[in-house]
Nanobody
Framework: QVQLVESGGGVVQPGGSLRLSCVAS????????MAWYRQAPGKQRELVAQ???????NYEDSVKGRFTISRDGAANTVYLQMNSLKPEDTAVYYC?????????WGQGTQVTVSS
């Protein structure tokens, strides 16, 4: 089993920045991909960014150039640096990890972008 715990959410003004962190614990050996998803009220959960164990990244179009995903393998931590935040980025952000054939989710952290 893998446990994922997110932190770093909060309220920020448009144009501001936040950094989300997700720490993985438990059976972390063999985690292949880690990612951030988000779900806004009334909308489906969507992939924001993902990173493989080799460092390959992929981003949803609306966050390209503004968000950066990174991974500290030794610390079993994945980060999401979010810059130039917009009101439409408001959502609950979830950490996700894939290990062997299993997928794991964190509990989510709220990000609110509002003036």
């Amino acid at each position: 089993q893998v446990q994922l715990v997110e932190s770093g959410g909060g309220v920020v003004q448009p144009g501001g920045s936040l950094r989300l962190s997700c720490v993985a614990s438990g059976s972390t050996f063999g985690i292949a991909v880690m990612a951030w998803y988000r779900q806004a009220p009334g909308k489906q959960r969507e992939l924001v960014a993902q990173i493989t164990s080799g460092g390959t990244t992929n981003y949803e179009d609306s966050v390209k150039g503004r968000f950066t995903i990174s991974r500290d393998g030794a610390a079993n931590t994945v980060y999401l640096q979010m810059n130039s935040l917009k009101p439409e980025d408001t959502a609950v952000y979830y950490c996700w990890a894939n290990r062997l054939t299993q997928m794991y989710w964190g509990q989510g952290t709220q990000v609110t972008v509002s003036s």
